[in-house]
Structures are given as C-alpha cells and as structure tokens.
C-alpha cells in the first residue's frame, strides 16, 4: 500500500494494521489503547509506506536534543536566545502550566504557546522553531502539541523502554543543557 491509499483509511482501519507493525518490532506492548489511536492519528498524515510507521514513532518518542543542537542546522536556534524558549519551557513544566495546557486537548498547546509568542514578542519561526527543538528535541516532525499529548497517553503501552523519552525526562536532559550553559 502506497502513503496516499494508507491516509485514505479511516483511523479505525489503519490503526489494527500500525499496532501490529510497532507490536512485531517490539516497539509496542498493547494494540488497542487512546496512545496508539493518538499515534495513529499523528503519524498517518505523513504515512508513506507501514513498514515506515515504526521508525517515524521511534523518532517522535525520542528526544535527540544534543544531537539538534550540535547540528549547524541548529545555530539560527540557538543564536535566537534559545535559553528564553528553555527557561520559559521549563517554568511552564515545573508550575504544571504545559501540561494543563496540553491536558485541555488539541488546541490548549497552541493557545500556551500563543501566549509565550506574546510574553516574549515573539512570532513565527522565533517562537515555533526553539519551542519544537526545546520540546521535541528535533527540528522536524508532528506537531509538537500532539508529540506531547502522545506522550502523556503513554500507560505501559511501550514494551522498548529504549526508545522512549517521557516528558518528565525531556525536561530533566533540558534542565542539564541550561545548566551547562548557565556554568559557562
């Protein structure tokens, strides 16, 4: 099956197919869970092929903020006074603001961040950029409020513990970066 006919399929018939594909590679435990019809629902608009479902959830459940930032790609981020986006990020984490936020549903992320952009006078790619980089740890992927509501849903759906970077463990490899630099 080709990407186009793969996001044809409603949800309800994709989802059994990707379940099985993360449970074959080990990725994945349960198969019939809100996580797995949420990484459906996250995945499937940039599905090509399913044996691509596995690395493209492997990759939005990993956090390679060290590896992003060490990229040249990264410089314009890190130039743009990323260590705001970080403090703000880690602020909102710690007061349990994001995750209220997040917990609101699919457009509580963007009215947070909305409120950030106008905090900190920033618009566009100055605020989405370091934002998705800071929570993420990727340039490129989902959209970063569906990322994190994905990870929120995790409940023992995981079985490779390895390729899982929960939130509260995002935050605490952001809390070192920012601390190495502060120390700098």
Do not use: C
């Not at 106008?118 to 569906?146: C, D, I, N």
């Amino acid at each position: 099956m080709n990407g186009q006919h793969l996001r044809a399929l409603p949800d309800a018939e994709l989802a059994p197919q990707l379940a099985e594909v993360w449970h074959h590679s080990g990725l994945l435990q349960k198969q019939d869970s809100p996580f797995v019809q949420l990484a459906v629902a996250v995945l499937k608009p940039s599905l090509e092929l399913l044996a691509d479902a596995d690395r493209d959830l492997r990759h939005i459940l990993s956090y390679p903020l060290m590896d992003t930032l060490q990229h040249e790609a990264a410089t314009a981020v890190l130039q743009d006074n990323f260590k705001q986006i970080v403090d703000t990020a880690l602020a909102a984490y710690n007061s349990g603001e994001l995750k209220s936020a997040l917990e609101s549903g699919p457009d509580g992320y963007k009215t947070w961040l909305k409120g950030v952009g106008k905090e900190q006078k920033r618009k566009g790619k100055h605020l989405f950029m370091p934002m998705r980089v800071a929570l993420t740890g990727s340039q490129h992927g989902p959209e970063v409020g569906e990322v994190l509501r994905l990870l929120l849903l995790e409940d023992g759906d995981i079985k490779d513990s390895s390729a899982y970077v929960s939130l509260p463990q995002r935050m605490q490899q952001l809390q070192e970066w920012q601390s190495r630099q502060t120390a700098s």
